[in-house]
């Protein structure tokens, strides 16, 4: 048996004990060994938290991707990825977190290639520009063999880091699938602990493509705005009716602006015009004679509390 099987074998084991832990054949491989679940047992039965995907090494030699479509590969697979080291002679996993990915991302262009270099170590820091295309993995998230987690309480901490991590990277995709061109991570952590020393936001300045980020906020903004006005906050559903205007101007449907809460924003405010979204219109434009010209009043100053 080639010496990868056997340390799949022994990951498979390991994260069969979190959940469920499936290997992916051979010759279907597609960039990952391991699709797993991560399931909490309450009473008689475990329920499904999260999942995952796992890719197997049995060495701490670098994991390597020799071109873009490789390095596009890694940067939008669409679950949480860790790096599996194996060492069989001691029955050990250590697990790595995947985030470079994330910050290539929050960079654009991507690069031809990339190198993920796994460390030892117990305390690890957020990933960090080391010029070209090659990063450091830092510390293991998990360091842990068979035997220590046969023992209840380290199984149990394991398990919290393991979720811990999957946060981290599921709050990432998030912002990726959302087209926010940032990241964020511990700045410090500890191998098997939580993180500590608070987090840092890493991304591009000025990107040159808004557009994804813009229509997702079309439609969450949209539906809050309706959801303020029903719950009788009309000073905060008037605050995302005008940003719905200014952003989508060109935009008449139902979806983005609610009709009702324009009415009532022309009960109030009137507008120069007849149409719906007059009184939306009058309030922006009132936001932009006091940006672009100022005015003669003097500066606002808060009510008294």
């Given at each position: 048996?080639?010496?990868?099987?056997?340390?799949?074998?022994?990951?498979?084991?390991?994260?069969?004990?979190?959940?469920?832990?499936?290997?992916?054949?051979?010759?279907?491989d597609?960039?990952?060994d391991?699709?797993?679940?991560?399931?909490e047992?309450?009473?008689?039965r475990?329920?499904?938290?999260?999942?995952?995907?796992?890719?197997v090494?049995?060495?701490?030699?670098?994991?390597?991707?020799?071109?873009?479509?490789?390095?596009?590969?890694?940067?939008?697979?669409?679950?949480?990825?860790?790096?599996?080291?194996?060492?069989?002679?001691?029955?050990?996993?250590?697990?790595?977190?995947?985030?470079?990915?994330?910050?290539?991302?929050?960079?654009?262009?991507?690069?031809?290639?990339?190198?993920?270099?796994?460390?030892?170590?117990?305390?690890?820091?957020?990933?960090?520009?080391?010029?070209?295309?090659?990063?450091?993995?830092?510390?293991?998230?998990?360091?842990?063999?068979?035997?220590?987690?046969?023992?209840?309480?380290?199984?149990?901490?394991?398990?919290?880091?393991?979720?811990?991590?999957?946060?981290?990277?599921?709050?990432?995709?998030?912002?990726?699938?959302?087209?926010?061109?940032?990241f964020?991570?511990?700045?410090?952590?500890?191998?098997?602990?939580?993180?500590?020393?608070?987090?840092?936001?890493?991304?591009?300045?000025?990107?040159?493509?808004?557009?994804?980020?813009?229509?997702?906020?079309?439609?969450?903004?949209?539906?809050?705005?309706?959801?303020?006005?029903?719950?009788?906050?009309?000073?905060?559903?008037?605050?995302?009716?005008?940003?719905?205007?200014h952003?989508?101007?060109?935009?008449?449907?139902?979806?983005?602006h609610?009709?009702?809460?324009h009415?009532?924003?022309?009960?109030?405010?009137?507008?120069?015009?007849?149409?719906?979204?007059a009184?939306?219109?009058?309030?922006?434009?009132?936001?932009?004679?006091?940006?672009?010209?100022?005015?003669?009043?003097?500066?606002?100053?808060?009510?008294?509390?």
């Amino acid at each position: 048996m080639h010496p990868t099987c056997r340390s799949e074998y022994l990951a498979q084991y390991v994260f069969a004990s979190f959940g469920t832990s499936v290997p992916v054949p051979h010759q279907e491989d597609s960039g990952v060994d391991l699709y797993c679940t991560l399931t909490e047992q309450i009473r008689q039965r475990a329920w499904p938290r999260a999942y995952f995907a796992v890719q197997v090494k049995s060495t701490m030699d670098s994991w390597r991707f020799d071109s873009e479509d490789s390095v596009r590969w890694l940067v939008e697979h669409p679950l949480p990825l860790f790096l599996c080291v194996v060492d069989k002679s001691s029955a050990r996993i250590r697990l790595y977190h995947t985030s470079p990915r994330f910050y290539i991302w929050s960079l654009p262009p991507l690069p031809g290639h990339l190198e993920l270099i796994p460390a030892t170590g117990l305390d690890g820091t957020c990933t960090q520009w080391e010029g070209g295309a090659t990063f450091s993995l830092s510390a293991p998230v998990l360091d842990a063999s068979v035997q220590e987690l046969l023992d209840e309480d380290f199984h149990r901490n394991a398990w919290e880091v393991l979720h811990f991590w999957i946060s981290v990277d599921l709050d990432n995709l998030q912002r990726m699938k959302t087209g926010l061109y940032s990241f964020s991570m511990p700045y410090q952590y500890r191998t098997n602990g939580r993180a500590h020393g608070g987090w840092v936001t890493q991304g591009i300045t000025r990107a040159e493509n808004i557009e994804p980020a813009m229509e997702h906020i079309k439609e969450s903004v949209g539906w809050i705005s309706s959801q303020l006005h029903r719950r009788g906050d009309l000073s905060g559903a008037v605050r995302c009716a005008i940003l719905l205007r200014h952003l989508f101007k060109s935009d008449y449907t139902g979806a983005t602006h609610d009709v009702s809460l324009h009415e009532a924003i022309n009960h109030v405010v009137g507008g120069s015009g007849r149409h719906l979204y007059a009184g939306a219109d009058e309030l922006n434009h009132m936001i932009d004679r006091k940006l672009t010209s100022g005015s003669n009043e003097g500066p606002y100053e808060p009510a008294a509390g």
